[in-house]
C-alpha cells in the first residue's frame, strides 16, 4: 500500500473510531456503557488520524 492509500484508510479508521459512541448510543447502549469504554478509542494522534497525516 502507498502511504497517500494508507493516509485515507487511516483517516475512514479514525472517523469510525470517533464516532463509534454515536453508533453505540443508536444500538441501545447506555451513556454508562459508552463512557466506561471511551478510553479504548482516546489517544494523543486522533486529531493527526481525522485529518489524514
Known sequence: ????????????????????????ARLGLTQTEIDRMASASEHDDSGAVLAGH
Open 1 to 24: 500500500m502507498d502511504a497517500g492509500k494508507g493516509c485515507v484508510n487511516a483517516a475512514e479508521i479514525g472517523h469510525v473510531v470517533a464516532t463509534w459512541g454515536e453508533e453505540a
